[in-house]
């Protein structure tokens, strides 16, 4: 495989963003609502709760081409459903832990509190999100 | 009188662990023989490639393959033996999911043989010799095959009908395949000849708390578990929760945790990922930093859980270049 190219001009880093219903996905709505701007590279998937969001979910987001994956859940004691984002964050941490295994940065995939009323967060997490993909470059998978 | 249905048996990259779980059919192989005419065993039977490209196209009715994917040769043959053969079964964890060889996809081709013909201990004080694909010797060309970065599954190479899983496989599952077949009444293409249940179902162990609350994890040999107890409420890691059933349980009849040589539940892909799934939620510590610390106590988490099905996770292999450029 060839050395990584970046091409700074036309590359635009593709995000899935995985976001609990009450707390990530609210507050987005409320950056939306609120007339924030954020870059237009992620794609949200809803989530009733952030302790649904398998490892497997953000491992097959990236093999399927996203170059980031981020993880919105509540701040820790706002859960709706009490310790779902307890959940999420031990499952986070098991998958850094594989992620090095399988040589994939870890900036790619973050996981952040964001709370209904978090949406000047959502914002700035997601905007350095993208900066720092910007700065990794694509993510190629090496199949053979 | 009627001429048998021909059956062949190969062995890619493998131990020969599944070629011994054939032979454990032990008296029951004479049911088999009696059924089928092997016309291809390399392991057991004097029989050469050129005995195989001999026979017409699809003239086997069956072909069992073993092993997994490692060499130019491996490929060669299996699309040789798909070509004359009606069925083909990939036989063991090796040639259903990668297997253990599948574990060099941590590694590539480079790494493995600086490790093994470089770095290595030898009594021999000269330098390397790598394997080379090509030699001269007095005017003569021997070859080898073309060794691979990547180990992959039967399945990427060529089209496979059914799977038998295990490490190594039950020989019961051979034996009800081989019936299944010969009485033409076949289950749908793709399918896993072992039912698709999950392995704490039949497992013999109990669970005595209503809820598994871990705060640390045991290796085998650190604890000696309660008998009849579940080994995973004991702290110790054991993969039934994603793996399939077939096996009788035989590892935790013995104490010895499950490390899901059967691969998973169909619907499931990737092991690893479930069952970092699974585990997190059976850890009673609310403290990242703590939590940190409990996951670094795992000596090679990824390699544990796919002990026999790394070619078959969604990354396939580990990222060399990526390491390179950090």
Same mark, same amino acid.
């Given at each position: 495989?060839?050395?990584?190219?970046?091409?700074?001009?036309?590359?635009?880093?593709?995000?899935?963003?995985?976001?609990?219903?009450?707390?990530?996905?609210?507050? &987005?709505?409320?950056?939306?609502?609120?007339?924030?701007?954020?870059?237009?590279?992620?794609?949200?998937?809803?989530?009733?709760?952030?302790?649904?969001?398998?490892?497997?979910?953000?491992?097959?987001?990236?093999?399927?081409?996203?170059?980031?994956?981020?993880?919105?859940?509540?701040?820790?004691?706002?859960?709706?459903?009490?310790?779902?984002?307890?959940?999420?964050?031990?499952?986070? &941490?098991? &998958?850094?832990?594989?992620?090095?295994?399988?040589?994939?940065?870890?900036?790619?995939?973050?996981?952040?509190?964001?709370?209904?009323?978090?949406?000047?967060?959502?914002?700035?997490?997601?905007?350095?999100?993208?900066?720092?993909?910007?700065?990794?470059?694509?993510?190629?998978?090496?199949?053979? | 009188?009627?001429?048998?249905?021909?059956?062949?048996?190969? %062995?890619?990259?493998?131990?020969?662990?599944?070629?011994?779980?054939?032979?454990?059919?032990?008296?029951?192989?004479?049911?088999?023989?009696?059924?089928?005419?092997?016309?291809?065993?390399?392991?057991?039977?004097?029989?050469?490639?050129?005995?195989?490209?001999?026979?017409?196209?699809?003239?086997?009715?069956?072909?069992?393959?073993?092993?997994?994917?490692?060499?130019?040769?491996?490929?060669?043959?299996?699309?040789?033996?798909?070509?004359?053969?009606?069925?083909?079964?990939?036989?063991?964890?090796?040639?259903?999911?990668?297997?253990?060889?599948?574990?060099?996809?941590? %590694?590539?081709?480079?790494?493995?043989?600086?490790?093994?013909?470089?770095?290595?201990?030898?009594?021999?004080?000269?330098?390397?010799?790598?394997?080379?694909?090509?030699?001269?010797?007095?005017?003569?060309?021997?070859?080898?095959?073309?060794?691979?970065?990547?180990?992959?599954?039967?399945?990427?190479?060529?089209?496979?009908?059914?799977?038998?899983?295990?490490?190594?496989?039950?020989?019961?599952?051979?034996?009800?395949?081989?019936?299944?077949?010969?009485?033409?009444?076949?289950?749908?293409?793709?399918?896993?000849?072992?039912?698709?249940?999950?392995?704490?179902?039949?497992?013999?162990?109990?669970?005595?708390?209503?809820?598994?609350?871990?705060?640390?994890?045991?290796?085998?040999?650190?604890?000696?578990?309660?008998?009849?107890?579940?080994?995973?409420?004991?702290?110790?890691?054991?993969?039934?929760?994603?793996?399939?059933?077939?096996?009788?349980?035989?590892?935790?009849?013995?104490?010895?945790?499950?490390?899901?040589?059967?691969?998973?539940?169909?619907?499931?892909?990737?092991?690893?990922?479930?069952?970092?799934?699974?585990?997190?939620?059976?850890?009673?510590?609310?403290?990242?930093?703590?939590?940190?610390?409990?996951?670094?106590?795992?000596?090679?988490?990824?390699?544990?859980?796919?002990?026999?099905?790394?070619?078959?996770?969604?990354?396939?292999?580990?990222?060399?270049?990526?390491?390179?450029?950090?």
């Amino acid at each position: 495989m060839s050395a990584k190219v970046v091409d700074q001009t036309n590359y635009e880093p593709k995000i899935i963003m995985f976001a609990c219903n009450w707390c990530a996905y609210a507050g &987005l709505d409320l950056a939306g609502t609120s007339r924030l701007t954020y870059p237009a590279n992620i794609t949200v998937v809803r989530t009733m709760c952030s302790g649904r969001i398998d490892p497997s979910f953000v491992v097959k987001a990236l093999t399927d081409g996203a170059d980031g994956v981020l993880i919105g859940m509540c701040n820790y004691g706002d859960c709706h459903y009490i310790n779902g984002n307890y959940k999420a964050m031990k499952r986070f &941490l098991f &998958l850094q832990k594989m992620l090095d295994d399988f040589g994939i940065e870890r900036a790619r995939v973050r996981i952040e509190g964001i709370s209904a009323s978090e949406a000047l967060k959502a914002k700035r997490v997601i905007t350095e999100l993208v900066e720092e993909l910007r700065r990794l470059g694509p993510l190629k998978i090496e199949e053979e | 009188m009627k001429e048998k249905p021909k059956a062949a048996f190969y %062995w890619c990259s493998t131990c020969g662990g599944c070629e011994e779980s054939v032979v454990d059919l032990a008296e029951k192989i004479l049911d088999v023989v009696a059924a089928i005419d092997i016309v291809f065993w390399p392991v057991a039977l004097d029989f050469k490639l050129e005995d195989v490209e001999s026979l017409k196209d699809k003239e086997i009715a069956v072909c069992f393959i073993n092993g997994a994917i490692r060499t130019s040769e491996d490929v060669h043959v299996s699309k040789l033996l798909r070509q004359k053969s009606q069925l083909i079964v990939a036989y063991g964890s090796c040639s259903h999911l990668g297997g253990i060889p599948g574990l060099a996809n941590f %590694w590539n081709k480079e790494s493995i043989f600086q490790k093994v013909y470089k770095e290595a201990p030898t009594i021999q004080d000269e330098t390397p010799i790598l394997p080379q694909e090509e030699t001269e010797i007095n005017g003569l060309t021997l070859t080898l095959p073309k060794f691979f970065n990547t180990v992959r599954r039967l399945d990427e190479v060529i089209d496979v009908d059914y799977y038998i899983p295990g490490c190594a496989p039950n020989p019961d599952l051979l034996l009800e395949a081989v019936q299944l077949i010969l009485s033409g009444n076949l289950p749908p293409k793709g399918s896993i000849l072992s039912p698709n249940r999950n392995m704490c179902e039949d497992c013999p162990l109990e669970r005595k708390e209503e809820k598994i609350q871990l705060q640390s994890f045991f290796r085998p040999f650190e604890i000696i578990p309660e008998p009849g107890r579940c080994l995973l409420e004991q702290g110790i890691i054991c993969l039934g929760p994603v793996t399939r059933v077939g096996c009788g349980a035989l590892c935790m009849k013995v104490s010895m945790p499950c490390r899901g040589c059967y691969g998973p539940t169909d619907g499931v892909q990737d092991m690893g990922t479930k069952f970092a799934s699974a585990l997190a939620s059976i850890v009673d510590i609310d403290d990242d930093q703590q939590f940190m610390k409990l996951i670094a106590s795992i000596p090679n988490y990824s390699g544990l859980v796919y002990m026999f099905s790394l070619p078959s996770s969604y990354f396939k292999r580990k990222n060399m270049e990526a390491v390179k450029n950090e």
